[in-house]
C-alpha cells in the first residue's frame, strides 16, 4: 500500500454517497481526502424550493468542512478533479496529484439535452445551488417585467412557464410554480393578475412519474391538474428558442423554460478507462469497484449496476448513501483484517444489495405520491411522509429546524419568504427587455454557457 503505515483512502465527490462513506472511514485507521469541487454539501431533493423561492440556499446545504469537522484523521481539498492515473494510482486536479491506496469516485451527474447543449442557456435544469438561483431569478423576474410592462400600458406578453420533464423534478417545479401563481403572489401585483400565469408540463413518454406505478402516476396527473397545471404527455420538444418551445409544428410561448428531462453522469466516469453505459455511468462489479481494480470504487448516480431482478439500480439518494456506506465498510474492514483470499477474474467480497424503503415524490402542498412496494399514498398523508422524510435527513440540526419552521410558517400563511431577484434583469426571449442593455445580455448568455460547460 504504497509502502505507507496507514493506508490513504481518497473520496471525490462529497454528495450523499461520497459524505457517508467518509463517516465511516473516518472511524477506520486510514488517511481520508475528501475532495470536492464545491465546498458545500448540497441536499438536491430540496433543490427545487430553493428555485422556487421557498427556502434559502444556506438551508439546504452545508460546508462539507464544517460538516466532517470533528474528524481528525481526514481532510477536505476544494478541488476540481480532472482525471486519474490508475497505475501510478493517484487523482489529479489543475494544480495536485493526490495519491491514493482507495479510490471512491463519487462525482454523480448532471441533466443532459440530449445533443442539444445549446439549449441549457434557455431552459436551465437543476442540479446545484447556482441552477436554483437562476431558475429562482428568472421565474420571479418574469413576473416583474410583465407588471412593469403593463404599467407602461403596453399589452403583457402572456406568463407562461413551461416544464420540460416530468419525473419527480418537473412535477415539484411545476406544482409548486402553479401554488406561487395561485397564492403566495396573488394580491401582491397591481397591473398584471399572477393567478393567470399557466404552467405547462411537457412529457415525451405516456405519463407523468413514468417510473412509478400508474395509478400513482394518474393520480399525481389529477393533483397537478388541481393545482392548476396543463399536463401534455407523449409530448416530444424538437426546437426550444429564446421566449418559446416546440414540439413538433406546435409552439409554445414561454417566458420561462424549465428543463427536467433528462440526466448524464459525471465525465470523470470516462476518464476511469473503463466500460461505461450510454449516459456515461461506469459498469461497476457487484462489489461497485472497477473491473482490473479492486481498489478503485464507483458510487451513487455515477455507477452502473442492476439490481438481483437484472434492473438497473435508480439514482436516488438511499441507492447513493447505501453505496458509500457499503464500499467504506469493504475497505474499513480490508484494512483492519485483510484482504478476502480471491480467485482469479472473480472478487471474492460480498456484493452490494440495495434495500428499496419506497419511494416519494411531491407534487406542492399538500400534494404527494409514495410507493411503499405493495402500498400505494396519495395526497396530504403522502405529503407529509415526504415532508417527515426530508427534513428527517437534511444535513444538520439547525438547517431541519429552521425548514421545519419555515415550513409551517408557508403552509399557514402561503408566504414564500427568500422571493429575492439577485443578478442580472435579463430574461432571454422576453419581447420588452427594457433597461438591459446589449452587453448585459451578452453577459449574461456568456455567464450561463460556461455554467453549462462545467
Ligand atoms: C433536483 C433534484 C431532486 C432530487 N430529488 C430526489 C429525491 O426527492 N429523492 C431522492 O432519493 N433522490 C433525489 N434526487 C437524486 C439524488 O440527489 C441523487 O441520486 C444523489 O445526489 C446522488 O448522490 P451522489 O453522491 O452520487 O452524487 P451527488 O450527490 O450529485 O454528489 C456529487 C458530488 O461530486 C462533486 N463533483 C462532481 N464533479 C466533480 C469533480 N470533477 N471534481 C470534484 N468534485 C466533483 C459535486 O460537487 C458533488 O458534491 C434529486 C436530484 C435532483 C438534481
Known sequence: MNGKATPRVVIVGAGFGG??????????????????????????????????????PGEIAAPIRSILRSNKNLEVLMAEVTGFDLDRRVVQTADLDIPYDYLIVAAGARHAYFGHDDWEALAPGLKTIEDALEIRRRVLLAFELAERQAAAGEISAPLNFVVVGAGPTGVELAGTLAEICRHALAHEFRSIDPARAHILLLEGGLRVLPTYPLDLSHS????????????RTSTTVTQIDPGA???????????????????A?????????????????????????????????????LAALNDEH????????????QQGRFVAKLIRDEVEFGPLPSTPGKSSRPPFHYWDKGSLATIGRAAAVADFGRIHISGFIAWLAWLFVHILFLIGFRNRLLVFIQWAWSYVTYERGARLITGSTYLPGWTAPLSTPANEKAEVLEEIHAGSSK
Do not use: M
Not at 418551445?245 to 440526466?263: E, K
Open 19 to 56: 459524505l457517508n462513506a467518509a463517516r465511516v472511514l473516518a472511524k477506520a485507521p486510514v488517511r481520508l481526502t475528501v475532495v470536492d469541487r464545491k465546498n458545500h454539501h448540497t441536499f438536491q431533493p430540496l433543490l427545487y424550493q430553493v428555485a422556487t423561492a421557498g427556502l434559502s
Open 220 to 231: 399525481a396527473q389529477e393533483q397537478l391538474r388541481r393545482l392548476g397545471v396543463e399536463v
Open 245 to 263: 418551445v416546440h414540439c413538433g409544428d406546435t409552439r409554445f410561448p414561454a417566458a420561462v423554460v424549465l428543463w427536467a428531462a433528462g440526466v
Open 310 to 321: 437484472g434492473k438497473l439500480l435508480p439514482g436516488v439518494a438511499p441507492v447513493a448513501i
Open 265 to 301: 453522469a459525471s465525465p470523470l466516469g470516462k476518464k476511469l478507462g473503463t466500460q461505461v453505459d450510454r449516459a456515461g455511468r461506469v459498469l461497476v462489479w457487484p462489489d461497485l469497484s472497477v473491473p482490473n481494480h479492486p481498489e478503485v470504487f464507483v458510487i451513487g448516480d
